[in-house]
């Protein structure tokens, strides 16, 4: 879970990511049809709020497996 900061004012909303590996890398999993903006627009909120370097965003769909790394 990470706090939300806007101009040094904590906002009252949290992020909460799939997993954290070794505080390092953001994982997100889906299990969808194909990838949208909105959901490297989350990872990429996750990295910043985090800190984080790396993020790896996990497709699961039924009939694949597809990934992609988002880099800050």
């Known amino acids: 879970m990470y706090s939300?900061?806007?101009?040094?004012?904590?906002l009252p909303h949290k992020f909460y990511a799939d997993f954290v590996v070794m505080d390092k890398i953001i994982l997100e999993i889906k299990s969808i049809k194909t990838f949208h903006?909105?959901?490297f627009a989350q990872c990429i909120n996750?990295?910043?709020?985090?800190e984080c370097k790396l993020a790896l965003l996990i497709n699961f769909h039924r009939d694949f497996l597809k990934y992609k790394r988002i880099v800050l």
């Open 4 to 10: 939300v900061k806007y101009k040094d004012i904590v």
């Open 46 to 50: 996750y990295l910043k709020v985090s």
């Open 37 to 39: 903006d909105k959901h």
